[in-house]
């Protein structure tokens, strides 16, 4: 039923991927991509205008879930565990937040002034000036570091090892070899959002969800019941608790709001809009559930569907989980502290 819910959901969009997995174990429950194809064409051979179809420019027979795409706001998780692990940031730092950032001569936009803030609401409204002045404020380093160490930059262990690609960091080293320029602080403020040479899988992304979600095991996600392995992060508590803080917020007062419903589980997550100029931007969510013990990861993708996380992808996440959690008793207000 949850791989139905998938391939319905994926109907909103022309382009686009959905994951979800156990955060316990990494036992993938659906996967779906679109555009797709009929698998049986190959039974007998595809016909010259099958076969035409397969090879459009919108590539149905590559699987999105395992294709690199810029994160957007969904890598503010892995800013704020930068931040607040490297022990430059405390758990109720605040920063002034602004309309528009200004940093020697450039200015940078954010949809909203939100006056001083700490990391838990900057999550929930996505405010860009906050995590653009953390980023500064930490440098790269400390943030590519905490990305290859959730698992971006690499391949995550499942099963179909040769569709996946390891997705991209583009850090000081790699702009350096790759393009022959320095960094610079630009690159921090957008890659500090998720922005610039950063690419990330659906499934590396659900893979960062779950591990926020079981408490900092990075697990390797499966088709096939095996023994996996799972590995300790070794993330502080506080850092636990500002993200699970900060992801619940996102749905109850924040970019995430349409997942708020009386009818699901609590949920926690993250929206994300990643611009593809002069293409329509790409949409993200990512989330968990029930917020204070999950057994279920969502990510949904729409690739250059224009429009929001919250008003595109939340809404394909928001259907898979109205079907898992159908006829449970999830929906009860979970017993944990605020």
């Known amino acids: 039923d949850l791989q139905r819910a998938a391939e319905r959901a ?9 994951v979800a997995l156990d955060p316990r174990t990494g036992a993938i429950r659906a996967m779906a991509s679109r555009p797709t194809f009929n698998p049986n064409i190959f039974s007998e051979g595809p016909t010259t205008s099958q076969w035409r179809d397969l090879n459009r420019p919108e590539a149905p027979m590559l699987n999105r879930v395992f294709q690199g795409f810029p994160p957007a706001s969904t890598f503010k998780i892995v800013t704020t565990i ?36 700490g990391f838990p609401f900057a999550l929930a409204v996505s405010s860009n000036s906050f995590y653009y002045q953390v980023g500064l404020k ?79 095991w ?73 917020a204070g013990k999950p057994t279920l990861v969502i990510v949904a993708f729409g690739e250059n569907s224009g429009g929001y996380g919250g008003t595109v992808a939340a809404p394909m996440v928001r259907a898979l989980m109205t079907t898992w959690f159908r006829g449970t008793n999830a929906a009860a207000p979970a017993k944990t502290k605020p």
Request: charged share 20%.
């Open 82 to 117: 930068a931040a607040l692990e490297s022990g430059r940031f405390r758990p109720d730092s605040t920063l002034m937040t602004m309309g528009r950032f200004c940093y020697y001569g450039q200015c940078y936009g954010d949809h909203g002034a939100f006056g001083a803030i």
């Open 218 to 290: 990075l697990v390797t996600p499966h088709l096939v019941e095996r023994p996996t392995q799972r590995r300790w992060l070794g993330l502080k508590p506080i850092t636990l608790q500002v993200l699970h803080k900060g992801l619940r917020m996102v749905v109850t007062s924040g970019t995430g709001r349409v997942l708020n419903d009386p009818k699901l589980p609590p949920v926690a997550g993250k929206t994300g809009t990643g611009e593809d100029p002069p293409r329509p931007d790409h949409a993200w969510f990512g989330g968990y559930a029930p």
């Open 10 to 18: 994926l109907d909103r969009v022309s382009k686009g991927a959905i």
């Open 138 to 216: 930490l440098g790269p380093d400390p943030m590519f570091e905490t990305a290859r160490r959730m698992g971006y930059g690499r391949r995550t262990g499942v099963e179909l090892a040769d569709e996946e690609t390891p997705g991209l960091l583009g850090d000081p080293t790699w702009k350096r070899k790759v393009l022959g320029e320095p960094w610079t602080p630009v690159d921090t403020i957008t890659s500090a959002i998720g922005q610039g040479a950063l690419q990330v899988t659906p499934i590396q992304m659900a893979r960062l969800y779950a591990a926020v979600a079981n408490g900092g």
